[in-house]
């Protein structure tokens, strides 16, 4: 299972207890999930989502938390999609839950961030505001060089207050747009194990961070390789430059050159590659 489907999958089944946390990540969910719409002038409020277990937990804090029945429709893979989506639907009462969730103000305009009662909230709401946005539109990478955790957001005030949220919980995130759609990226390894941590993604963060042990641990072996192999080649270059400029010696001082230096000149130039360890090791005595 890729990281992104795992990590959904395990977020999905955290349980939560506290009311204001349920709340705060319904609220970001659907904030994130681009859930309002106006049809025929009511509000409809839906959420499309990757996984048949996180929209079933949305139907059920829907009902459990605000009362509010929705339906669960299959939007099958269409396109470069290749796998269905789950389209989370509230029709009837959509604008009072759109009210008790807090995604739209008393004058009923659509809140643009996360909803005030999510950003003033608990260290706790932080969490839940990111396991909803990350449920929503997040994904992960696998760990390397552009490891990164990310979630893609509504707008750019949605994503300034998903930074804010991290920043809260010590975690550093940045918002940047591409191609004019807003992210709020993760970068850094134990950030992005940090967050998962406070997701409740135990798992996920074990797997994850044994596939980047892995990765360093060949990073490093390759490193070593490298360096071990280019020590070889510039010690095998300095012998046959040695070689060479013992041979022009001998030439220039013909019979003038000491016994001991000839012995070792011709063993230089017999084993021109050979290192100087080498060479004492063939000499005679060594």
């Given amino acids: 299972m890729a990281m992104t489907a795992a990590v959904k999958d395990e977020l999905s089944r955290v349980e939560i207890t506290k009311a204001c946390c349920r709340k705060a990540e319904v609220a970001s969910l659907l904030r994130f999930a681009s859930g309002l719409h106006l049809v025929a002038g009511h509000i409809v409020i839906e959420a499309e989502l990757d996984t048949g277990v996180a929209a079933r937990r949305l139907k059920k804090d829907l009902f459990d938390i605000y009362g509010h029945d929705c339906d669960v429709a299959i939007v ?8 269905p989506r789950y389209l989370v639907r509230v029709v009837d009462g959509g604008e009072a839950l759109a009210r008790q969730t807090g995604i739209v103000d008393a004058s009923g305009r659509p809140v643009r961030g996360l909803p005030p009662a999510v950003i003033s909230g608990a260290l706790c709401d932080c969490e839940s505001a990111w396991r909803g946005a990350f449920l929503a ?10 490891s990164s955790l990310e979630v893609t957001c509504p707008g750019p005030e949605a994503a300034l207050a998903l930074v804010g ?12 747009e ?22 409740g993604a135990h798992e996920s ?19 070593l390789a490298n360096f071990d192999d280019a020590n070889l080649r510039r010690s095998a ?4 430059a040695a070689g060479a400029r013992v041979a022009r010696a001998m030439e220039i001082l013909g019979d003038e050159v000491p016994d001991h ?16 360890e080498e060479l004492g090791a063939l000499a005679d005595p060594p």
């Fill in 76 to 83: 099958q893979p269409s396109g470069f999609r290749r796998t």
């Fill in 178 to 199: 591409v191609r004019g759609v807003d992210r709020v990226v993760i970068r850094d390894g134990d950030a992005i194990s940090a967050m998962l941590t406070r997701l």
């Fill in 261 to 276: 230096l000839v012995v070792a000149g011709r063993l230089r130039l017999e084993h021109q590659q050979a290192s100087l």
């Fill in 137 to 146: 539109h997040g994904s992960l990478t696998e760990p390397g060089r552009s």
């Fill in 237 to 240: 270059r300095a012998a046959v």
């Fill in 205 to 223: 963060v074990m797997a994850w961070e044994e596939r980047r042990m892995r990765r360093e641990v060949r990073a490093t072996a390759n490193r």
């Fill in 165 to 176: 949220a991290a920043r809260r919980l010590g975690i550093a995130a940045k918002s940047r």
